[in-house]
């Protein structure tokens, strides 16, 4: 029978309601360690995404009914007795509203590693719960840029490098070639469309209600496509009525199924932002090779170089959003799709992320 310290068995949890970067990234976790001949057990909700895992080799599925608040005792008995089952080395949870579950549950199961991750730069209060959660019961965190890793570090005092790890996130490089969305034919739209690419949850924190503002500065033939759906925090239809003027230069396209076709098919790609941390959405359409323009939202001027491969502009400024756009459109910046490429092959690569990962997991093996 195995024990916990030496098997190579590991849970990502991830009951989510909705499908997003973070929810990608522990698909690509789950396929990488399966492919490398771990034990791979993902705890998702019931009738929620079960689908995008299945195939996966050495990848089962553990659905739960419900995700269950900091003082839900249920949960923690169900993942008490599902973790002394399948026994783990580590447990992953990379969503701050389930680390207190997960924690406090890998601890009743004698699991020796929890590792968290956290995505964007959020304030963990100085309090009983977080002390429990990294000072006693010795959970270890990843970030994805060093911004968050400074903004942890300077604002709390619960880590040092022994339990504080940064990663940068990896994608897998996209083929140039392949199926394209034609926008222009889907929407009805004229030849000289410009195409301008925004893509993530509809939600402030996002700053799609700033695409008005920002359309008003463009000439009249730039259109915004919008991919995404969830944190529905932002009321579009309100948006949309309350700046008729601009509202049919922004095309909200709701899920896509095929991201690198919506990357192929955009002229440039716009990220809003009010607060990231080194958004996925950045990593993708670099290596598409598309021009880029960025908030410089913690994280985006570490991937993008301090503007050597994206124009970056400050948090909430519509005019330079606009500026930077125009500035690519008319050929005035220029960026070299191989180069950005390149970039993503050398330092942001999938492999070299799940490698930081297994060294941080599986430490011993």
Not at 141 to 168: G, P, S, W
């Amino acid at each position: 029978m195995k024990n916990h310290e030496n098997n190579k068995t590991l849970v990502l949890f991830c009951p989510t309601k909705a499908w997003g970067g973070i929810e990608k990234n522990v698909r690509l976790r789950a396929e990488y360690f399966g492919k490398q001949g771990y034990e791979v057990h993902v705890v998702l909700l019931q009738n929620r995404f079960r689908e995008r895992f299945d195939g996966l080799e050495n990848v089962h599925i553990k659905s739960v009914n419900k995700r269950g608040g900091d003082l839900n005792l249920m949960v923690i008995i169900r993942y008490v007795r599902f973790l002394k089952r399948v026994k783990p080395h580590t447990v992953f949870s990379p969503l701050k509203r389930d680390w207190w579950l997960v924690t406090v549950s890998a601890y009743l199961s004698g699991v020796p590693n929890t590792v968290l991750y956290l995505g964007n730069r959020r304030k963990i209060r100085k309090g009983l719960k977080y002390h429990t959660v990294f000072k006693t019961l010795k959970a270890k965190m990843i970030v994805n840029c060093q911004a968050l890793k400074r903004h942890l570090t300077t604002t709390t005092d619960y880590f040092t490098e022994a339990n504080l790890f940064q990663i940068y996130t990896g994608i897998p490089l996209p083929e140039l070639g392949g199926e394209k969305m034609d926008f222009r034919g889907l929407l009805g739209l004229e030849k000289d469309i410009f195409i301008i690419g925004v893509v993530g949850w509809i939600n402030y924190r996002k700053g799609f209600d700033q695409l008005p503002d920002i359309a008003r500065k463009l000439p009249d033939n730039y259109h915004f496509v919008h991919a995404g759906t969830g944190g529905l925090d932002l009321d579009v239809d309100q948006l949309m009525r309350e700046n008729a003027e601009v509202a049919h230069r922004i095309h909200w396209l709701g899920h896509q199924s095929n991201m690198d076709a919506f990357f192929r098919g955009i002229d440039v790609f716009l990220l809003c932002s009010r607060s990231e941390s080194l958004a996925n959405v950045l990593n993708e359409t670099m290596g598409h090779g598309k021009p880029i323009v960025a908030t410089r939202a913690p994280g985006s001027d570490e991937l993008l170089g301090d503007s050597e491969y994206g124009i970056l502009t400050p948090v909430e400024d519509v005019a330079a959003m606009a500026e930077g756009i125009l500035d690519i459109a008319t050929g005035k910046v220029v960026f070299d799709p191989q180069k950005q490429r390149k970039r993503m092959k050398d330092h942001f690569s999938l492999q070299q992320m799940m490698q930081n990962y297994e060294s941080v997991f599986f430490p011993k093996l």
